[in-house]
Nanobody, 115 residues
Framework: QVQLVESGGGLVQPGGSLRLSCVAS????????MGWYRQAPGKQRELVAL???????NYVDSVKGRFTISRDNAKNTVYLQMNSLKPEDTAVYYC?????????WGQGTQVTVSS
């Protein structure tokens, strides 16, 4: 079992920044890809960004150039730096990881972009 705990969400004005963090604990050996999904009210959950153990990243087109995913393998932590935030980025953000073919999810953290 892997436990994922997110932090760093909150309320921010358009154009502002937030940094999300997610710490993995438990059976963390053999975790490969880690990343972030989000789900806005009335919409399906969508992939935001992924990073593998080698540091290769993948982003949804709507956040390219604004969001940066990074990973500290020694701390079992993945980060999502979000800049130039827009109201359409408002969602619950979920941390995820894949281990031995199984996907684990965090509880989610709310990000609200509003003036």
């Amino acid at each position: 079992q892997v436990q994922l705990v997110e932090s760093g969400g909150g309320l921010v004005q358009p154009g502002g920044s937030l940094r999300l963090s997610c710490v993995a604990s438990g059976s963390i050996f053999s975790i490969n890809a880690m990343g972030w999904y989000r789900q806005a009210p009335g919409k399906q959950r969508e992939l935001v960004a992924l990073i593998n153990t080698g540091g290769t990243t993948n982003y949804v087109d709507s956040v390219k150039g604004r969001f940066t995913i990074s990973r500290d393998n020694a701390k079992n932590t993945v980060y999502l730096q979000m800049n130039s935030l827009k109201p359409e980025d408002t969602a619950v953000y979920y941390c995820t990881c894949n281990r031995l073919g199984y996907t684990y999810w965090g509880q989610g953290t709310q990000v609200t972009v509003s003036s």
